[in-house]
């Protein structure tokens, strides 16, 4: 049987002994090859995970990891056509992330996380407010009267896909205020009154960070993919934040343009999931914040019918449309 030197190409590279010519001719089998990239991509994994090993995982019992039990697993399955097309991303990035100009290197980064955001995965994220502006910190607000909405530091978001969301956000004395969409209808159900049902998917996702600038983070896919217009990328290794398993794709904003924000910062591991999304320099909202973070809470099925308006309301609470 021939030797394959992919074998070869992959072995020095990953012992960090290839030389430029190697690093060459290794990053045009990844990119025209599927299946070398696959290959890569297992040999990188079993290599950090024999790396973890001699680092004293074994020895110091389990340590708690970036990501649930199983995915890496599932991200080597067979997931079919989709699925190896992310495969091929990941491994291409392992690569070009050391060999490769720092916004190419960026830019693959941000392909990771832009396909990984369009999978229909359950996430919850929480938000919180990093800079409520110059005006301070806004007075809570008690209940549902004068028509003042709860603010959304500390609120839940849940998300679908890249159309389904769930926002929960509590008055003061934390009786919930819910505002969401099923990828069909939009729909707010406050404490008492009527529900609010809409055909514009989009008609009660203001609230939601991003949303009224050009990056909206709601639709994570889209949110991601936009920083490609109008942003310098730059990624690093997220060690020093005590993961060696993240990376930080920092996008700050090229000239005083209006309409978005001036910086967002992402923390995203190895399947391409964003685990803290920073975003600085929004155009202030009701509440005038101007930085929030998104911080993933976990990652599980929730149902069917969550994102459906039904789930989060009484069964004979009366219906508005709009």
Known sequence: MDHDPLDDLIGRHLDGVLDAAGAEALQRRL???????GRFARAALVHDRLADLFRGGVADGP????APRGAARRRFGPWGAAAAALAVVVAVAAFTRHSMAPARAASLTLD???????????????IDVL??????????VPGQRGGRKPG?????????GNDAFVLLRRFADGTPFVTGSDGELGWAAPPHGPVHLSHDTRRFRRAVPGERDEIPFLDLRDGLDGLRRGYELTVRPG?????GDLEVLEARRRGARTGSPEMVTAWIDRAGVPRRIEIHGLRPDAEGATAVALSLVGEADLGPG???????HAPDRPIDWE
Request: proline share 7%; glycine share 12%.
């Open 31 to 37: 990119v025209g090859d599927p299946a070398a990239a």
């Open 63 to 66: 340590r708690e990891e970036s």
């Open 112 to 126: 990771r996380a832009v396909a990984a955001a369009a999978a229909r995965v359950d996430r919850e994220y929480r």
């Open 131 to 140: 800079d409520h502006g110059p005006g301070g910190s806004p007075l809570p």
């Open 152 to 160: 959304i530091d500390g609120a839940r978001l849940f998300v679908r």
């Open 239 to 243: 060690g020093e934040a005590g993961d």
């Open 306 to 312: 969550f994102f459906t308006h039904d789930a989060h």
